[in-house]
């Protein structure tokens, strides 16, 4: 599991009672992973904001839990000087500690300090397969025409991945994808690979079980904009669930994260397969065999009411008033032909019915988006009279936009873009309005049977023997694996996504390691994104430069 509980207990075990002081990022951070309780069974008895003020506490000793940025030490000076708060300082960093900072700090109160230690945890553990490095603000940083501070984002990014690879004790080989128009992938790949020879200062083999995959936001803009009707994907795209809580207009609330097990396994599955749904429509299938998505919300009238009954119920309201028919029009875009298998020879006939309909402005301009995807670009004039249609003549950044992610929108006569070639998974299809799959499990699956092309997928560092020196999976490894514990013994697949990552893409990485048994996939990227903050991010890459984020992980190497 990516939740570091050991490492941050272990800050908490040498103490009888004390003081912990985090800042924003460390409180996020040990809310993944801890609760309330667990601190206090560790003798944590006060736990405070580091930026606000505070009361002096002279006969307690305080753990510093905190960014090694230049806020969070001055901060933390000001808490001894000129008088000491807390009778000793046991200071923690996320990561590297840049020698000024750390002399400042040593110079200004060193006599109060105890511990001084870097721990190497600066990503954000979001689920069991799933990290982000918490800074939504990246996208704006990486894609801007504007922007001033690229670099440093992607440095700061590349410090965050060799944290994550020093909490996984992993030395992975690095490969990101190609791309003729966008460098960043190729940029990041050769960070991380100078940061993590800096790290480890040691050619060490033996830890090479992983392969580190980096590709950009851009490789696939299909699945980050499609409506998606598996439970947990549907729910942030259509719900408005804030911090990962939702509230059902009552008084009821849930928190949808790894503590709720029934969230844990119904959250991957269609929406049509939530189990709740079955026990009661067990008697009510179709002819065929099949749950048909449309005749379950009657269906859920009749259950007994649970949070997540409700959440469902309100996914259903929403697929039952517009999603459903807009589903159809965007999976026969996105998969290219229609239910029957039928290409579609002319997209816009497919795209004409949602154009002419009632649907609100972000529905719209997601279905023209997947029609120009389809036809990898069109004519400015097409473009223009498709803009006015959707009534977005004052904000086209919507669409335009997206070039800046190195996707095409306008033909050019010289531009040729070929398709990437998809995986056969006819037999897979279950459900007529899911059948696009995201293009990141095509991936997952070729590295894992050595069927990545070396052309468009580049090594930037030496592969791990377990993998062939390839990509496939060493025959020695054990097959027996069936438990997640187990399979964590077998080679390990991270794959970073410069720019957001859908919840889709999330459910590939533990489809895919459920389907290979001996390798375990983790899936990361700099924030989790959802149609509307895609496309509002999309937008906002005219304005000028952003203030800096927060986390400003200082560069080692």
Same mark, same amino acid.
């Given at each position: 599991?990516?939740?570091?509980?050991?490492?941050?207990?272990?800050?908490?075990?040498?103490?009888?009672?004390?003081?912990?002081?985090?800042?924003?990022?460390?409180?996020?951070?040990? !809310?993944?992973?801890?609760?309330? !309780?667990?601190?206090? !069974?560790?003798? &944590?008895?006060?736990?405070?904001?580091?930026?606000?003020?505070?009361?002096?506490?002279?006969?307690?000793?305080?753990?510093?839990?905190?960014?090694?940025?230049? *806020?969070?030490?001055?901060? /933390?000076?000001?808490?001894?000087?000129?008088?000491?708060?807390?009778?000793?300082?046991?200071?923690?960093?996320?990561?590297?500690?840049?020698?000024?900072?750390?002399? @400042?700090?040593?110079?200004?109160?060193?006599?109060?300090?105890?511990?001084? @230690?870097?721990?190497?945890?600066? /990503?954000?553990?979001?689920?069991?397969?799933?990290?982000?490095?918490?800074?939504?603000?990246?996208?704006?940083? &990486?894609?801007?025409?504007?922007?001033?501070? *690229?670099?440093?984002?992607?440095?700061?990014?590349?410090?965050?991945?060799?944290?994550?690879?020093?909490? +996984?004790?992993?030395?992975?080989?690095?490969?990101?994808?190609?791309?003729?128009?966008?460098?960043?992938? @190729?940029?990041?790949?050769?960070? $991380?690979?100078?940061?993590?020879?800096?790290?480890?200062?040691?050619?060490?083999?033996?830890?090479?079980?992983?392969?580190?995959?980096?590709?950009?936001?851009?490789?696939?803009?299909?699945?980050? &904009?499609?409506?998606?009707?598996?439970?947990?994907?549907?729910?942030?795209?259509?719900?408005?669930?804030?911090?990962?809580?939702? *509230?059902? =207009?009552?008084? @009821?609330?849930?928190?949808?994260?790894?503590?709720?097990?029934?969230?844990?396994? +119904?959250?991957?599955?269609?929406?049509?397969?939530?189990?709740?749904?079955?026990?009661?429509?067990?008697?009510?299938?179709?002819?065929?065999? *099949?749950?048909?998505?449309?005749?379950?919300?009657?269906?859920?009238?009749?259950?007994?009411?649970?949070?997540?009954?409700? +959440?469902?119920?309100?996914?259903?309201?929403? /697929?039952?008033?517009?999603?459903?028919?807009?589903?159809?029009?965007?999976?026969?875009?996105?998969?290219?032909?229609?239910?029957?298998?039928?290409?579609?020879?002319?997209?816009?006939?497919?795209?004409?019915? $949602?154009?002419?309909?009632?649907?609100?402005?972000?529905?719209?301009?997601?279905?023209?988006?997947?029609?120009?995807?389809?036809?990898?670009?069109?004519?400015?004039?097409?473009?223009?009279? +498709?803009?006015?249609?959707?009534?977005?003549?004052?904000?086209?950044?919507?669409?335009?936009?997206?070039?800046?992610?190195?996707?095409? &929108?306008?033909?050019?006569?010289?531009?040729?873009?070929?398709?990437?070639?998809?995986?056969?998974?006819?037999?897979?299809?279950?459900?007529?309005?899911?059948?696009?799959?995201?293009?990141?499990?095509? $991936?997952?699956?070729?590295?894992?049977?050595?069927?990545?092309?070396?052309?468009?997928?580049?090594?930037?560092?030496? %592969?791990?023997?377990?993998?062939? =020196?390839?990509?496939?999976?060493?025959?020695?490894?054990?097959?027996?694996?069936?438990?997640?514990?187990?399979?964590?013994?077998?080679?390990?697949?991270?794959?970073?996504?410069?720019?957001?990552?859908?919840? !889709?893409?999330?459910? %590939?990485?533990?489809?895919?390691?459920?389907?290979?048994?001996?390798?375990?996939?983790?899936?990361?990227?700099?924030?989790?994104?959802?149609?509307?903050?895609?496309?509002?991010?999309?937008?906002?890459?005219?304005?000028?430069?952003?203030?800096?984020?927060?986390?400003?992980?200082?560069?080692?190497?």
């Amino acid at each position: 599991s990516l939740f570091p509980h050991k490492k941050t207990k272990n800050i908490f075990m040498l103490f009888s009672s004390q003081v912990l002081i985090l800042d924003a990022f460390t409180t996020k951070l040990l !809310s993944s992973c801890c609760k309330m !309780s667990d601190l206090m !069974s560790e003798k &944590i008895t006060i736990v405070e904001d580091l930026f606000k003020s505070r009361e002096p506490v002279l006969e307690m000793k305080a753990i510093y839990f905190m960014t090694p940025t230049a *806020k969070c030490v001055d901060a /933390f000076i000001a808490d001894f000087k000129p008088k000491p708060k807390y009778k000793a300082a046991y200071v923690y960093f996320t990561d590297y500690c840049p020698d000024d900072l750390f002399n @400042k700090m040593r110079q200004a109160c060193g006599k109060h300090i105890r511990v001084c @230690k870097e721990i190497n945890i600066s /990503f954000m553990p979001q689920e069991a397969q799933v990290f982000t490095c918490d800074n939504p603000g990246a996208f704006r940083s &990486i894609y801007s025409p504007k922007s001033q501070d *690229k670099m440093k984002t992607l440095e700061t990014l590349a410090n965050q991945l060799v944290t994550l690879c020093a909490t +996984l004790d992993e030395y992975p080989g690095i490969r990101y994808k190609k791309d003729g128009n966008m460098e960043n992938a @190729k940029v990041l790949a050769e960070m $991380v690979d100078r940061k993590l020879a800096a790290h480890y200062q040691l050619d060490d083999s033996s830890k090479k079980k992983a392969q580190l995959l980096i590709v950009d936001r851009g490789f696939d803009p299909v699945t980050p &904009i499609l409506h998606e009707l598996t439970y947990q994907a549907m729910a942030y795209d259509l719900i408005d669930i804030k911090n990962d809580t939702y *509230k059902d =207009g009552l008084e @009821k609330q849930a928190l949808l994260n790894e503590d709720d097990m029934l969230w844990v396994n +119904l959250r991957h599955q269609h929406i049509a397969e939530v189990s709740m749904v079955k026990e009661i429509s067990a008697s009510k299938k179709q002819p065929d065999g *099949k749950i048909t998505v449309s005749n379950l919300a009657q269906m859920m009238k009749k259950m007994p009411k649970t949070i997540h009954l409700q +959440l469902a119920e309100d996914c259903m309201k929403h /697929f039952a008033n517009n999603v459903e028919k807009l589903c159809k029009a965007e999976q026969d875009l996105a998969v290219g032909a229609d239910v029957e298998g039928l290409k579609v020879k002319d997209p816009m006939r497919t795209l004409l019915p $949602v154009l002419l309909n009632p649907y609100s402005k972000h529905d719209k301009i997601r279905a023209v988006l997947l029609y120009i995807f389809s036809l990898n670009g069109t004519t400015e004039e097409n473009l223009n009279k +498709l803009i006015e249609h959707v009534k977005i003549e004052e904000e086209p950044e919507y669409i335009q936009n997206w070039k800046e992610l190195g996707v095409s &929108i306008l033909t050019t006569p010289s531009f040729f873009s070929r398709k990437p070639t998809r995986r056969e998974r006819s037999q897979e299809e279950r459900y007529n309005l899911s059948r696009w799959i995201p293009t990141i499990k095509d $991936v997952m699956e070729d590295v894992v049977e050595n069927k990545l092309d070396t052309k468009e997928w580049p090594h930037q560092s030496e %592969c791990p023997a377990a993998w062939n =020196g390839s990509g496939a999976v060493s025959a020695r490894q054990k097959h027996k694996a069936s438990t997640q514990d187990d399979r964590r013994t077998g080679s390990r697949l991270i794959i970073f996504v410069i720019g957001g990552i859908s919840f !889709s893409e999330m459910r %590939c990485a533990y489809e895919v390691t459920r389907a290979m048994k001996t390798c375990e996939v983790i899936i990361g990227s700099s924030h989790i994104t959802t149609p509307t903050v895609l496309l509002d991010d999309i937008k906002a890459l005219s304005k000028g430069p952003m203030e800096s984020f927060t986390l400003e992980v200082e560069t080692k190497a």
